[in-house]
């Protein structure tokens, strides 16, 4: 009898951590949870982070050396550019057309609707915000009780440090010139880029200009150069190779913790967080589900044809499953990079330039969740944005999306810039904090997806595109092979 799939192994790991979970919360051993089993979770996570890094180096020196012609790289590095903002204007139009159909703010009851409404013009108000549609409940004679008592809670009111930790960022951040992006985009040191996941695009920036520069010097002596970064690349995708025989153990680890830790030893928790915030995350999961099961197999049907539908998702369901488990897309890319080159067959030259590019710069899961996220929370409060607001909503999630962290919940950063944006006030990310875990996962997912259809158009458009819908998945990552 034939195997078991990798991906059917990991996506059994998946729900058995998510059952354990439960269960260890109903008779009380969540602390055994998290203390005993979530730590493997973790160093899943970390080894992926491992490998992840020095393959993004090494991989694009690799496709910019294999490019060889300069105005060939610059000619694909266009088009790539291109593709990623296309899927990402794409992504954060469909959030924003879901969320105006469906209305997920405006299914909570209106008494709390109103309190909300108060405490946004109290908020505005301290803060010298001007209040855009008109509206004044503040000053209207039938909610002065009311006014009085929100103004009561509101002067009570802590802000979570979870949400104090993401302001202080974006507050600093703030205070820096409007070329500080560019200034940021050249490291200082590259052993410090190497170590911080937050500076990807650094890393990215000194492969590109060390894998050019080997273009322009005598083949005699760049030839050993780069045969060292061919043997590396290789090097780092064997160790993925090995880490994912042990996934479906780490990735139960990894499930059982992160449930365990949002219900505590109360089952009941996880239910009322999602009964709060239901409508809400299903129009978020909509979202997703048509971008990953309608759009991007549309799009490749569309532009590279040869992949049948089904064949898509048997390629990249290990990229998939390990995406959703780990959140992070960083942490998927040596995944995804075998999935891509073995399963759909992109050339090689292609995925080492194109994936690890895309881990930083695509986000479309994330600007879907975000324009989603704005506008709900407007609903939330009694707020109508305009089609201008709207429209900003678009422009500013689309630009705070490249070069933002591809590690777990860095979404939340990027959504307060954007909250600011359209002047909603940035501390309310604390009303999407208890789901927000979980539908990270779900738009990892998507950014993932995403990077390999973008790469397979890429593949297509330079004649470097060779599936064979015979292949195994599984072969990619049989460390025998």
Known sequence: ????????????????GIVWALVSSSLGWSSFTNNWIAPFGTIFINLLKLIAVPLVLFSIINGVTGIGDPSSLGRM????????????????????????????????????RIDNRISYELWAQDAGVDVKDGLNFLQDPQYKDRVAAVTEVEKNKTIDEAVASRLKTVEKNKKDGPLKPLVDLVPQNIFKS????????????????????????????????????????????????FVMQAAPFFVFALLAGVISKMAGDDVGKVIEIFKG???????????????VFIVY????????????????????????????????????LPVTMECVEDNLGVDKKITSFVLPIGATVNMDGTVLYQAIVVVFLAQFHMIDLTLGQQLTIVLTATLASIGSAAVPS????????????????P??????????????????????????TVSSII?????????DPNKDPDDAFDPEK
């Open 194 to 241: 190497l170590t911080d996941n937050g500076l990807m695009l650094q890393v990215i920036f000194f492969a590109l200009f060390f894998g050019i520069s080997l273009l322009f010097i005598p083949n005699q002596k760049a030839a050993p150069v780069i045969k060292i970064v061919d043997s590396l690349m290789e090097t780092f995708l064997k160790m993925i190779d």
């Open 427 to 452: 501390a309310w990310i604390a009303i999407i904090f208890p789901v927000d875990r979980i539908l990270d996962m779900c738009r990892t997912v998507v950014n993932v997806t995403g990077d390999a």
């Open 297 to 332: 197999p549309f799009i490749m049907k569309l532009l590279v044809r040869v992949v049948p539908y089904s064949g898509f998702f048997k390629a990249m369901g290990l990229a998939q499953t390990t995406a959703f488990s780990t959140s992070s897309s960083a942490a998927t």
């Open 1 to 16: 009898m034939k195997k078991l799939a990798l991906h059917w192994k990991i996506i059994i790991g998946l729900v058995l």
């Open 277 to 291: 915030l239901s409508w809400y995350s299903l129009t978020v999961v909509i979202g997703l589900a048509l971008m």
């Open 77 to 112: 590095g266009g088009k790539t550019l291109i593709a990623y903002l296309a899927t990402t204007l794409l992504a954060v139009a469909l959030g924003l057309v879901l969320v105006n159909v469906m209305q997920p703010g405006k299914m909570v009851d209106e008494a709390s």
């Open 410 to 425: 860095a979404g939340l950063v990027m959504l307060i810039v954007v909250l600011g944006s359209v002047g909603l006030n």
């Open 459 to 467: 593949a297509k458009g330079e004649g470097m595109m060779h599936y």
